[in-house]
């Protein structure tokens, strides 16, 4: 079981950039994939990006590709969602969450056990 914290959100003018931060508890943080969805009003959690165990895969929604990067630090028990070139439709809450799962490609949030409170991003236009 691990417990996680996001960080990092705020207002952002279009075209610039944050990076959020997502603290997990636990020994085992390395054994979990990792992902981040979020949450617009009125609209279903989508799914941002997630990386494998190691760090040594990743995956993005192509609504995000080439703008944001996921990374983890597993000595810190970390890992982040560096986004930019921010647009206004990335405005949302944006959640941390851990997985059990074998594989890495994991893209649906009903596959994560574990998730955080989430951290606002708004984006002005």
């Known amino acids: 079981q691990v417990q996680l914290v996001e960080s990092g959100g705020g207002l952002v003018q279009a075209g610039g950039s944050l990076r959020l931060t997502c603290a997990a508890s636990?020994?085992?943080?390395?054994?979990?994939?990792m992902g981040w969805f979020r949450q617009a009003p009125g609209k279903e959690r989508e799914f941002v990006s997630t990386i494998s165990w190691t760090g040594a895969s990743t995956q993005y929604a192509d609504s995000v590709k080439g703008r944001f990067s996921i990374s983890r630090d597993n000595a810190k028990n970390t890992v982040y969602l560096q986004m930019n070139s921010l647009k206004p439709e990335d405005t949302a809450v944006y959640y941390c969450?851990?997985?059990?799962?074998?594989?890495?490609?994991?893209?649906?949030?009903?596959?994560?056990?574990?998730w955080g409170q989430g951290t606002q991003v708004t984006v002005s236009s």
């Open positions: 636990g020994r085992t943080f390395y054994s979990y994939i």
């Open positions: 969450a851990a997985s059990i799962m074998r594989n890495w490609g994991i893209t649906e949030w009903y596959k994560y056990d574990y």
